[in-house]
């Protein structure tokens, strides 16, 4: 990789670029990267690292084994030239046009610029209709709303941006930057395979604008549409391949590229955010919580992805902690989809649910494609036993991406809440088969299939194997599989998996019912078999056990000293005629 | 969602207002109505505008300007002409408010209004009252910028008539000028065009190939259907497309032009209630034709609404129809779930928009429809596991008319899928009704839940359910051997009989439907159908003549009574109805009546099969098809069978497609084509196998057509292993109806072998079947064979054989086909002849010219051989001309004499060398 120096001129002349286009959010990023490099201990100042500290402390934690800074082999990077300004001196319209903008006056922005013919200036009034476009858009959204929630405002400058912008292109007469906007035209026309070719064009010419390569991600729905986009090397590449296997679900692949870039922006609160979601969706909650505790030391105003810190703060009943962060969230930005979320987690975990549906719905009015808050929705009808409405907030978390599992669960639960096993298998089937190696769902289908309606044990057996096999935490799988094969009359299985239970209760150190079920079963079995001194042993450990199994155990022992006692007499017996 | 919200304020809804003022106010028509009909006629114009359901958009100007041109005649116009101009000079939110006020003074009821000499009171609780209330209401709530919208709206709306006046401010934002972007798209397609044309070249040569070679139409149809699919798929949002799907005439299409959703909001659903119509409309039309109804076209149209009215969930269930009707598995589970997900089984089945009272969620029905679906699909199993859970979930939830419709379904489940696969599962599963164990057979607890089923639609009042329930019945009760429920031990009286008189019974009870919907009905459909059908009419040439002309408005009007009344009767009603009588004609076919069967088939065919579904009428077809092949010969059937595949082109190919292979191969039996009689049986016996599912009644057809071909090949020690095969398997299934048939095979068998007294106790067996079960046409052409039996054991016999056959006579020739009565007049004939006192007789007066003696035998000879020509049933007619040579020997009648045998010997060459050239195969 290029060394930290050349990243960070790179990221510099870059800010720079992309202020002056008014891509703000782009240089946003690229400056809270170039802040996230690890500053040379030569030019160590306090007021440089004021937003690095802290963090060794993570990677002591995490990362003992320090990665040394070798690329791959066979990538070799091309930095690519910083680009060259093509107007040295901006023009006053320009000056003009950009103090408008920067006001919000998007149209008076693009007025002033009329005339203009320089790529910047052109690209800058193309910027400003589109922006004055979707700023009606959303205005209209609202005004339009029909009586079945019509919703088709439409962005009313597109038409003419696709075909002044297709000109350009055709004429080779654009910028990186007009690329990117070209992009965004052609998604919101629809045309994706065009908008993909085009952003790939501008993020191959100017790779620091992380917008485009945002954009790029969302267009890469699936890996093989991922692998077949040739993309020049440029350490912004590993970003955005980074981010797309997120996307992509592929969880590990995208912790060892995110790892790998730490090694150069060690500091970069982006990364280890991005390094927290996909721990949380390995379900690595401690984690989280470590690397969000330091995150928000450093940034404590961030209200960017802090909902999922909120989601684990639930997870382990942190009610405090919870409380805490909803109040700072809800001072710094009230408005955010991310702090009603967070809010309404909170009402959720002090069990008050209706206030806690209110906020949901707030998030869900500020944005209404937000996927979690739809599914955390429907959690808390379901608590509510408003099953229907519930059904219905999941449908829609569905209905925005099928592919998340928890909603598909959560309507598998709902059906299954009202008595209709059968029909709730379909959803348990959809979530277990994009998250295949969780056992909890696992477990719910075959409860699903162990119902006294479907009884349909054989398949019950079979989801709990497959829910043994991924790591069931709670040890459910194991002894309901003891159990139903003990129902079926195959002792011998029975008898295996309840030796795998016990075998995991004594390395947890955990007792209970479940324990004295085992070692009676494991008793029986083995007297039986004639087995006796393994169901002595069994018997034993029974005896420190108090209630009914006692006494059972008790007799048990005693009947086998007797019996054993009675074998050797019988043998006499019969070999003296 | 409250109603008020429902009702936008549209273009369309200002111009209808405009017409409204124009009707209520006639006086300010510079030309007046020149008449009074005139005047009703624009009444009635706007009404279906505001009812009909044809589309699901709201009409363009220039549509209305069309419609008008027709309806006002020489007052069109000026309509046009006052609508476009008033409509085009609102230009400013102030102009829609004296609008709208101007409204509110057509309404009758303000007294501040002045009323002029000619007006026409609106009547504010009238259909087109409300309408105007709803509208000036829906104006009145409208905020400051939907006002700017509506006549942004309006603009645009105009616009596309008034071209020359066009703002330059709207041609601006409409963005009409992007010719780069169409014309890039037009070569596009026109590449795609090309592609497949060549496709489509190829196919059809394949297709003639193929055709060419044999009638196996299966391979070609399914690769036509390929291709059709591809093409649509490749393409689904060009509207070039179309001409491939194009002959589907059942779906109507809405304006196929607005297809590519115009993103400048001058596109508008119609209102809420009208969609529904349409959706109604559409889902029964699918349910009517099946899969030939276009997948993708419908598709885009459900697309385009689902984009317009996100929150109308009803579109998820039309989704669900249309890939259950073309066998999509996936597609059709996913909608059926995400629409009860949604709708939570409330909205869209009784025509109930979710009111705020949302909790008593009705998610049975769910149940219930999963159900149906996976019988559909044939998995009997899935579909009996969801449907007890549908029972369950209904008496939890106390929704009992939900309960009574699915223990129909289980009834059907369980009647239709036939014993073999059932037994397993009832005996399993928990049995809804009563736990009666696996003691009693499948058939007895079929006929429980049928009872209990019918007892519970009784007392719920549904009187559809009670209807089909009836029929249900009858179809037990005509299949079915009745018999005590619980029989202790050996000496239990076991009387097998099947009862008519329930089966009749049951029939006239389903009848009594007709008589009782009417309380049902809701008159609101109706009123929208009748719109619907109304403005369809306009188009129609005959319509827009006869406005003009005073004379002849009377005529239309009847044509309108007639529409409406035709309409009156809910299409669910008239398709209970017709199969009741689709079921009378099978059960005439079974009992042997010919003439009842055809009447009922003839009933169907004639006035119900605008309501029943194609798979029905084809199957009726096919059974008039198959009484003319058996009463008028192979030549009429074979060109009824043509027009009947041109019409059921693509729907339920196989009910047409069996009948065409079992008619070719009688006919390849009789002609003595052997080889191609085995080629057809194989055939059949492809279609029964079990890929798609097992159909019993084919297997049985299969086999039993296996049989007979062996029989007629004379391998007769295989013909009657498989019959004995075919025996076994009917037994095992309790299909003792069948069974009649396969024993007479079997006499039919030791007949043709020479071992008539093996034969004997089959067809007696078979005798005493038919006498149980009723079935008189078979127990005639049993006693028949018997009595042929009875002639080939020896002439001293003959006597016996001629009364069974004189008792068997009437029925034989009041309801038998061609071939049966042909042979009974033969063996009639040949039993004379062998009498010997008969035969000493003849020769005895052999010249005394008694010719009325001779006569007896003679007629019916030559009635029996000119039947059997039609029929070219070669060995029987050789027979035939054989035994009249004979006797015009005897007779001394030579120049007789020799044309029997030319007649004869013609038979034999044609039996001897069967010709491969056929001019009926030709005209398949």
Known sequence: ?577 | MAAASAFAITPHKVSVCVLLQMYALPTQATPPFSSVSQHNRLGLYILSLTKSYDDILEPKLEDLISQLREIGGSLGPWLIDHLTSRVSSLSSPDDLFTFFSEMRGILGGSDSVVIEDNQVILDPNSILGMFLRRCVLAFNVLSFEGVCHLLTNIGIYCKEVLSNCMPYELHRLDGSSNDLESLSECENMDLENFVFGKVNEEIEERKEATERVSFHLHATQAICGLVEDVEVVTDPRSKHHDKGTEDCPHVHRPGTESQDVDPYGEVFLRTNWQVQGYLTEQADAIEKHGGSVSFNTFELILRQIKKLAPELHRVHYLHYLNSLYHDDYFAAVENLHCYFDYSAGIEGFDFVPPSGSNNSARYEIALLCLGMMHFYFGHPKQALLVLTEAVRISQVQSNDSCLAYTLAAICNLSSEIGSSITAGILGTSYSPVTSMGSSVSVAQQLFVLLKESLKRAESLKLKRLVASNHLAMAKFDLMHVQRPLLSFGPKASMRLKTCPVNVCKELRLCSHLISEFASETSTVATDGAFSTAWLKNLTKPMGSLVLTQENESGENFHALQFCAQSSSIPRSVLQILGSSYLLRASAWETYGSAPLARINALVYATCFTDSSSSSDTALVHAKLIQHLAAFQGYKEAFSALKVAEERFLSVSRSVLLVLKLQLLHERALHRAHLKLAQQVCDELGVLASSVMGVDMELKREASLRHARTLLAAKQFSEAAAVAHSLFCMCYKFNMQVENATILLLLAEIHKKSGNAVLGLPYALASLSFCQSFNLDLLKASATLTLAELWLSLGSNHAKRALTLIHGALPMILGHGGLELRARARIAESKCYLSDPSYSDFLCGFIFSLVFEDSEVVLDPLRQASDELQVLEYHELAAEGFYLMAIIFDKLGKLEEREEAAASFKKHVMALENPQDEDPLLNLL
Not at chain 1, 169 to 183: A, V
Not at chain 1, 386 to 412: C, K, M, Q
Not at chain 1, 513 to 531: G, T
């Open chain 1, 1 to 577: 990789m290029s060394s930290r120096e050349s990243c960070r001129s790179e990221l510099r002349t870059a800010i720079r670029q992309l202020n002056d286009r008014c891509l703000y959010s782009a240089s946003k990023w690229a400056a809270e990267q170039l802040v996230g490099i690890e500053q040379d201990p030569a030019k160590f100042t306090p007021s440089n690292t004021r937003f690095q500290r802290g963090s060794s402390s993570i990677r002591r934690r995490f990362h003992t084994n320090d990665v040394t800074s070798t690329p791959p082999a066979g990538v070799s990077y091309v930095s690519t030239p910083v680009m060259e300004e093509d107007e040295v001196v901006d023009g006053d319209f320009y000056l003009l046009a950009k103090s408008y903008f920067d006001c919000r006056e998007y149209r008076r922005a693009a007025h002033v610029l009329q005339d203009q013919t320089g790529k910047k200036a052109t690209f800058l009034r193309c910027y400003a209709l589109y922006l004055a476009g979707e700023k009606r858009k959303e205005e209209e959204m609202i005004e339009l709303e029909g009586p079945l929630g019509k919703s088709d405002a439409v962005n009313r400058e597109v038409a003419s941006l696709e075909r002044e912008l297709s000109i350009l292109r055709k004429n080779g007469i654009i910028d990186p930057f007009g690329l990117y906007l070209y992009g965004l035209v052609l998604i919101e026309k629809g045309n994706q395979n065009l908008a993909r070719t085009v952003l790939m064009e501008s993020v191959n010419s100017y790779p620091w604008n992380w917008s485009a390569w945002s954009e790029l991600q969302s267009l890469c729905t699936t890996i093989e549409i991922l692998n077949s986009l040739t993309l020049s090397n440029h350490w912004m590449k590993e970003f955005f391949l980074a981010s797309a296997y997120q996307e992509l679900r592929m969880h590990n692949e995208s912790l060892t590229k995110y790892e790998h870039l730490q090694n150069t922006f060690s500091f970069s609160n982006y990364i280890r955010a991005q390094i927290a979601k996909a721990q949380y969706c390995l379900r690595e909650f401690e984690q989280v919580e470590v690397i969000f505790e330091e995150l928000l030391r450093n940034d404590p105003y961030r209200v960017e992805d802090v909902d999922m810190y909120s989601n684990v703060l639930y997870a382990k009943e942190c009610f405090s902690a919870l409380s805490y962060l909803a109040h700072r969230v809800f001072m710094t930005d009230k408005y955010r989809p991310e702090s009603c979320c967070i809010i309404g987690n909170y009402y959720s975990l002090k069990g008050q649910h209706e206030k806690s549906v209110l906020y949901f719905r707030r998030a869900l009015k500020l944005n209404k494609n937000y996927l979690s808050a739809w599914t955390l929705m429907g959690h808390e009808y379901v608590e509510m036993k408003n099953t229907p409405a519930a059904i219905d907030a999941y449908r829609r978390a569905v209905d925005i991406n099928p592919r998340d599992y928890r909603a598909w669960y959560g309507l598998g639960q709902a059906y299954e809440m009202m008595g209709m096993p059968f029909y709730a298998l379909h959803y348990f089937k959809k979530s277990v088969f994009l998250q295949s190696n969780d056992s909890r769902l696992w477990i719910a289908m075959a409860q699903c299939y162990e119902t006294d309606q479907l009884h349909m044990l054989e398949e019950a057996i079979k989801c709990y194997r497959r829910a043994a096999s991924c790591n069931d935490r709670e040890a459910i799988a194991l002894h309901q599989l003891a159990k139903l094969h003990a129902e079926l009359g195959r002792s011998e299985e029975a008898a295996l998996y309840y030796k795998k239970d016990l075998e995991r209760m004594e390395a947890e150190e955990r007792e209970g019912p479940n324990m004295v079920e085992a070692l009676l079963f494991l008793a029986q079995h083995c007297r039986e078999q004639k087995r006796f001194e393994e169901a002595e042993v069994y018997c034993t450990r029974l005896l420190d056990y108090t209630g009914p199994e006692k006494e059972t155990a008790k007799s048990m022992l005693r009947g086998m000293r007797t019996a054993e006692s009675s074998f050797p007499l019988m043998d006499i017996e019969h070999f003296h005629p």
